[in-house]
């Protein structure tokens, strides 16, 4: 079956420390991956996005890597701050052309100060 | 507003009835989305609509579900005789064109439903 998973539920990291969020799925090709934020109570609100034929995008502090090999995408937040604490949600389309998309459980990151 | 729009902020209704709820997407924003996050859940897809094709319907859970999208612009979910399971936060979200590669999703704030 196809499926979405997302390295745990929470993270906790050290302020300044680099924080790495990891996106699995199976059964998926993809032609794209993103990754939104959600704070408590509110929508989520994208971040980036990464297509299949791109091993890496960045965005001030944020990056984020897509191995379609592994299957796997990783979410990386550096210099973290306690701003950066918030829900990150991975998503793909689950079919070529079609755009919908299928969303992870999501990962709950808080940045320890 | 410059964002998506949604109403109301919360429900509360009893098991049995009927409710609405209610997207104001971006204007101009020719795809709107709906979905349903339950607690500890992902986001669920739930129906796709795209400019004046025929919505994608395949997520929706069961028949009681129905959305409309008329003039292209607001959105509304109807629920008919609503069940404790269909408690969630429902998500609105809209995009300039639909194309997932390339425009962003913007989300609303939410319409948390709860079932008695």
């Known amino acids: 079956s196809q499926k979405i998973e997302q390295n745990s539920e929470a993270l906790n990291i050290q302020e300044g420390k680099t924080a790495t969020l990891t996106c699995n799925y199976t059964?998926?090709?993809?032609?794209?991956l993103q990754w939104y934020r959600q704070d408590p109570g509110r929508g989520p609100v994208f971040l980036l996005l990464?297509?299949?034929?791109?091993k890496e995008k960045r965005k001030e502090r944020l990056k984020v890597t897509f191995d379609t090999t592994l299957k796997q995408s990783l979410f990386h937040i550096t210099a973290s701050q306690p701003a950066d604490s918030a829900t990150y949600l991975c998503?793909?389309?689950?079919?070529?052309?079609?755009?919908?998309?299928?969303f992870g459980t999501g990962t709950r990151l808080t940045i320890i100060p | 507003g410059a964002g998506v729009s949604q109403s109301p902020s919360n429900k509360v209704t009893e098991k049995g009835k009927d409710v609405e709820l209610r997207c104001d997407p971006i204007?101009?924003?020719?795809?709107l989305y709906w979905y349903r996050q339950s607690l500890g859940q992902g986001l669920e897809f739930l129906i796709y609509?795209?400019?004046?094709?025929?919505?994608?319907k395949s997520g929706l859970p069961s028949d009681r579900f129905s959305a409309e999208r008329t003039g292209g612009s607001v959105s509304t979910l109807t629920i008919q005789r609503t069940q404790q399971e269909d408690s969630a936060v429902y998500l609105c979200?809209?995009?300039?064109?639909?194309?997932?590669?390339?425009?962003?999703?913007?989300f609303g704030p939410g319409t948390r439903l709860t079932v008695l």
């Open positions: 979200a809209s995009s300039l064109e639909g194309r997932g590669d390339t425009d962003t999703q913007y």
């Open positions: 609509f795209q400019g004046n094709s025929a919505p994608d």
């Open positions: 204007s101009g924003h020719t795809a």
């Open positions: 059964n998926y090709s993809p032609a794209y």
């Open positions: 990464i297509r299949e034929n791109e």
């Open positions: 998503a793909l389309n689950p079919i070529f052309g079609n755009e919908k998309l299928t």
